[in-house]
């Protein structure tokens, strides 16, 4: 037991440093494309636009906790922000998959709701998943523009881009570590936004 329990504690300490200095190597390559996407949102919010956001699995709930963290608050006192997760209606999403394609579920929903002037945020740590890449499609047809959150090179999503959209790839390829990255990304998109609409904190 003793053993094993080394085992996992030397286990445990090498996830800590493997995600620390993701974190801390990543931070050069991705401050950039962060700044423009924050700048982004606070002006499409500005403009009276939202903010619709997607993803599957562990995506998805980062795709609603950005959302809850602009519809309530994020460290300040504020007005809400208009933000939408496409992840979180069951009957809107099993009656689509059910009725067409699982690779339309956030698709359909963003041809109903978004209107020029939104942006919509794209999680995929592959860059690969069939529904994000067909609701990029869905939102460029609305002229809805994108920010990615992708890792390991971006897949097939960063062939989608357009000069006006803004990709933030993890430069990794483990999906936890990608994942872990990806909150702190979306903490530094909120705190951009909060600063961009209401100045520094007082």
């Known amino acids: 037991m003793g053993q094993t329990d080394a085992a996992l504690r030397s286990r445990v300490a090498a996830h800590f440093a493997e995600s620390a200095n993701l974190k801390l190597s990543a931070s050069q390559s991705l401050s950039e494309p962060i700044v423009r ?13 939202k903010i619709l956001a997607c993803g599957n699995g562990g995506s998805a709930a980062d795709s609603q906790h950005f959302a809850a963290e602009l519809l ?26 059910n009725d067409y394609a699982y690779d339309q579920v956030f698709a359909k ?3 109903a709701l978004a209107r020029s002037g939104d942006v919509l945020l794209a999680i ?3 860059g690969n998943s069939a529904s994000v890449l067909e609701a990029i499609r869905a939102a460029q047809a609305a002229s809805v523009r994108i920010v990615a959150l992708t890792g ?6 960063a062939a989608l881009l357009g000069t006006q959209d803004v990709h933030i790839c993890v430069p990794h390829k483990v999906t936890a570590r990608i994942q872990e990255v990806h909150l702190l990304v979306l903490h530094c998109l909120c705190d951009g936004i909060d600063l961009h609409l209401f100045g520094e904190k007082a």
């Open 37 to 49: 996407a924050g700048t982004l949102m606070a002006e499409a919010l500005q403009r009276g636009g």
């Open 72 to 97: 309530n608050r994020f460290e300040r006192e504020r007005a809400p922000l208009a933000a939408v997760a496409l992840t979180t209606d069951t009957s809107t999403l099993t009656s689509i998959a």
């Open 109 to 111: 929903q963003i041809r």
């Open 124 to 126: 995929s740590t592959s």
């Open 152 to 157: 390991n090179g971006g897949g097939k999503m």
